[in-house]
């Protein structure tokens, strides 16, 4: 199942484009990475998903024009996680939480008995539930990021966009924060499209990957196939080395 149809998407900016002609489909269920280097579009494309920069072309969500979903509607089926989260001073764990279910009942809707299951369940899916009276400003690094994917869960968006969730977080945090969100696509049922730098990660974790360069899409297909010498060469332009772990897993390294 297709759960992004794009075709000829370009995003231009004064003077430049920033996106070029990106023709691919993203598969429903599964976890997607978007790797490439500093400036290849990869933000830019996962905004232009979100609707959050105008693009030229067709782009389709869930078989329907992405132009044409109700803003509501959308944030029901689509939660954004954006590389800077906003500041979350002086609230608690379960109250940003609390924050997904507005696309379900607005601003000065009542908080009923379906919201609250919605949030504990999120709190305990994202394994956050042990500090829900937290300030959220206390936590760590990895431990803030479960809490704002708890929220994405309570907003009970069937796909997650995530723009370098791990970049700013240690590796034990990295592989925690990772590990989830593909817990969430395997037994969930979600989709996720992230954009990552470290393509061992993206290859661990991520079941399809594309790759971006210079706006332009260079590259796509399953883990096996991106671990290879070659493919990684196109990718990033410097020769690559695949080592295989004593687990089996290839990890690349600079040749």
């Known amino acids: 199942m297709t759960l992004f149809h794009l075709s000829g998407l370009s995003v231009d900016v004064p ?19 978007l790797i490439g280097h500093n400036g290849s579009g990869k933000s830019t ?9 105008p693009a030229g072309g067709t782009a389709r969500f869930e078989g329907r024009a992405l132009a044409d979903w109700p803003a509501r509607d959308l944030a029901r089926r689509m939660a954004f996680l954006p590389q800077t989260t906003p500041p979350a ?29 919605a949030v504990a369940r999120a709190l305990d899916e994202c394994g956050v539930a042990g500090f829900a009276d937290r300030l959220v400003d206390t936590l760590s690094g990895g431990e803030r990021q479960r809490v704002w994917l708890a929220m994405m869960v309570a907003q009970q968006a069937g796909t997650l966009l995530l723009d370098e969730p791990i970049s700013a977080l240690d590796i ?10 593909a817990a969430m696509c395997h037994d969930q049922g979600r989709s996720a499209v992230i954009v ?37 060469h196109d990718i990033y332009g410097l020769p690559m080395q695949v080592l295989t772990r004593p687990d089996g897993r290839p990890v690349a390294i600079p040749a």
Request: glycine letters at 10%; aromatic letters at 4%.
């Open 89 to 117: 001073d002086g609230m608690l764990v379960r109250e940003l939480v609390a924050l997904g279910r507005y696309p379900w009942h607005g601003a000065l809707g009542r908080f009923g008995p379906a919201d609250h299951a």
């Open 196 to 232: 990552l730098h470290d393509v061992n990660m993206a290859a661990r974790f991520c079941d399809h990957v594309v790759a971006l360069k210079a706006g332009r899409l260079v590259w796509q297909g399953g883990p096996d196939a991106l671990m290879r010498p070659d493919t990684l």
């Open 172 to 181: 034990a945090h990295q592989v925690e924060v990772l590990a989830l969100v």
């Open 45 to 53: 494309l996962l905004r232009a998903l979100a609707r959050q920069v």
């Open 15 to 33: 003077g430049r484009r920033l996106l070029d002609d990106i023709t691919l489909d993203l598969p429903a269920g599964r976890a997607t990475a």
